[in-house]
């Protein structure tokens, strides 16, 4: 079955001074967009290139995730180093997807500029990054999920199909 992970990266979650809402509305988005089977593998990590990165290898190496998504701690700050762990795990990176989520994020807030979110391969698991605010989810997953399912295919991930009328998923003939 389709193994995608959801991180929520946060010192304050993983600490639980808040409650994590941005992982759940990532889990959330799936439910109403996914509609072939898959499982979720949820994990709550503070800020930190270690602690991103190693959860992120252990999701795609060992867990075998075909997709991971995170959320949090891609902006300017001093402690937001998810950029930081991307650059040292991913093989690949696909810059596309950061461009288009912050294209989109700008027609909601001028800040969607201060977020350093891109997205990656390693081995054959896709690995996208959305801002912490939980908000942001559903803005950034309806720009660019149309176009997971054919990376998925292209990597030699699992295959995943979506409702059209949530996302239309395109896979060029
Ligand atoms: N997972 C989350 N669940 C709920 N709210 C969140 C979450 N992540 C961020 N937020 C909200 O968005 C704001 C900005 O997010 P950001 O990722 O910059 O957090 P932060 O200030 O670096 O702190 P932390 O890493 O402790 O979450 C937070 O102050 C919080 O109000
Ligand atoms: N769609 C969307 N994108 C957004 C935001 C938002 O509220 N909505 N917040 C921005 C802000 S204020 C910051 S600081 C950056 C980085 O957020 P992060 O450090 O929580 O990942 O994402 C930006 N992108």
Request: with cysteine; glycine share 10%; net charge negative.
């Amino acid at each position: 079955m389709v193994r995608i992970g959801i991180v929520t990266v946060s010192d304050r979650a993983s600490r639980g001074e808040y409650a994590d809402e941005s992982g759940p509305a990532i889990a959330a988005w799936l439910a109403r967009a996914v509609t072939s089977p898959y499982e979720t593998l949820v994990r709550v990590v503070p800020d930190g290139v270690a602690s991103v990165g190693d959860t992120l290898v252990a999701l795609a190496d060992e867990d075998g995730c075909d997709l991971v998504l995170t959320t949090g701690g891609t902006g300017p700050s001093p402690r937001d180093l998810t950029p930081e762990a991307m650059a040292a795990v991913v093989e690949k990176e696909l810059p596309g997807f950061g461009e288009l989520m912050r294209r989109i994020s700008l027609e909601k807030v001028p800040t969607a500029i201060l977020s350093r979110q891109t997205a990656g391969i390693r081995g054959s698991t896709l690995i996208v990054n959305l801002p912490g605010k939980p908000g942001s989810i559903r803005v950034c997953l309806d720009a660019v999920f149309p176009a997971v399912p054919y990376c998925l295919d292209l990597i030699g991930a699992g295959r995943i199909e979506t409702d059209p009328s949530v996302c239309a998923a395109f896979r060029p003939a």
